[in-house]
């Protein structure tokens, strides 16, 4: 049974840090491609950053340095930390698993499993 378990959302004032952390069971965790997605009140959900089994960082926006994503396979988790946060960073981030061998980008439907979400409000 895959399970993937997101923490660490919450209210911040804009200018700080957020750190997310997914947690994943149930699957082979070191093999697989993992992903941050998020979605703003009204949007669509929109990728932020994936990281391959071998935790090399893809980000939907090159320039947004402001984003960091990172796994670790001992612990089964991955985080994603958020730095100068901004009121158009407020938003439900979901962690993404893709357990299947292939391409790993940031695309929505590549991915087959979801956790809930948690919510970030940048105020």
């Known amino acids: 049974h895959v399970q993937l378990v997101e923490s660490g959302g919450g209210s911040v004032q804009a200018g700080g840090s957020q750190t997310l952390s997914c947690s994943g069971t149930?699957?082979?965790?070191?093999?697989?491609?993992m992903a941050w997605f998020r979605q703003a009140p009204g949007k669509q959900r929109e990728g932020v950053a994936r990281?391959?089994?071998?935790?090399?960082?893809l980000y939907r926006d090159p320039k947004a340095t402001r984003f960091f994503i990172s796994r670790d396979n001992t612990r089964n988790t991955m985080t994603l930390q958020i730095n100068g946060l901004q009121p158009g960073d407020t938003a439900k981030y979901y962690c993404?698993?893709?357990?299947?061998?292939?391409?790993?980008?940031?695309?929505?439907?590549?991915?087959?499993?979801w956790g809930q979400g948690t919510q970030v409000t940048v105020s």
């Open positions: 993404a698993a893709q357990p299947a061998p292939g391409y790993c980008d940031i695309v929505e439907t590549d991915f087959d499993y």
């Open positions: 149930g699957f082979t965790f070191r093999t697989t491609c």
């Open positions: 990281i391959t089994s071998g935790g090399t960082p």
